[in-house]
């Protein structure tokens, strides 16, 4: 089952905050988030596995609450440079990437 | 081994016609995937594989698809009788096994319009 991405789109001024957030059905083992840039492969940000920790990345940073099956990923003090899609993956089982189902995505602008 | 690498980038062809893809993944990754991604949806998973053994197929996958990856290294798409509907970017990514934090690394896509 597909998980369910908010918000569909941002835009934001530079140096503005944004959460994006990730939601499944099912109880999930990891959950991946990946930024695309139009026209372009997707690129990973981060991973975040069922009983790690927070993950922090420059100024990109997830969580992830196993109990309500929940991620969220929040970028701070946002550049041109975020500019993209933001997908996250779910996969239900151990044992490294295996078959990530992605959300919709979030396609967020960034703007001077 | 500058990472993955799919070709061909773009290819036009005639509704009912068959398409074969080409992936080469990062030369130590031993699983390899096959997604579709159309226009503002994120990838759809369609089948991987550990080394040469095809482990999963989504139901995405009609019998018109078949994908294979013989000895375990370059993986090769193929589309029968090809339809509209299959016009979409084919994703191809690489992993390696034997980690749970490892990540995915994908290749710039094969576009695919059917016309």
């Known amino acids: 089952q597909q998980p369910v991405q908010s918000p569909q789109a941002v835009i934001l001024r530079e140096g503005e905050d944004a959460v994006i957030n990730c939601s499944s059905s099912?109880?999930?083992?990891?959950v991946h988030w990946y930024r695309q840039k139009h026209g372009e492969a997707p690129v990973f940000l981060m991973i975040?596995?069922?009983?790690?920790e927070q993950k922090g990345h420059e100024k990109i940073s997830a969580s992830f609450n196993e109990k309500k099956q929940q991620s969220s990923l929040y970028l701070t003090a946002s550049q041109l440079s975020y500019s993209g899609t933001y997908f996250c993956?779910?996969?239900?089982?151990?044992?490294?990437?295996?078959?990530?189902?992605f959300g919709t995505g979030t396609k967020l602008q960034v703007i001077p | 081994d500058t990472g993955v690498s799919q070709n061909p980038r773009h290819k036009i062809t005639k509704r009912g016609q068959n398409v074969t893809f080409r992936c080469d993944p990062i030369?130590?990754?031993?699983?390899l995937y096959w997604y579709r991604q159309t226009l503002g949806q994120g990838p759809e998973f369609l089948t991987y594989?550990?080394?040469?053994?095809?482990?999963?197929k989504s139901r995405l996958l009609s019998d018109r698809f078949s994908a294979e990856r013989p000895k375990g290294s370059f993986s090769t798409l193929e589309i029968q009788r090809t339809e509209q509907g299959d016009s979409a970017m084919y994703l191809c990514?690489?992993?390696?096994?034997?980690?749970?934090?490892?990540?995915?690394?994908f290749g710039q896509g094969t576009r695919l319009t059917v016309v």
């Open positions: 990514a690489s992993s390696l096994t034997g980690f749970e934090n490892t990540e995915a690394f």
């Open positions: 099912k109880a999930l083992y990891s």
């Open positions: 975040l596995l069922k009983g790690g």
């Open positions: 993956g779910t996969d239900l089982n151990s044992g490294g990437y295996q078959k990530v189902t």
């Open positions: 030369s130590e990754h031993n699983r």
């Open positions: 594989f550990q080394n040469e053994a095809q482990l999963e």
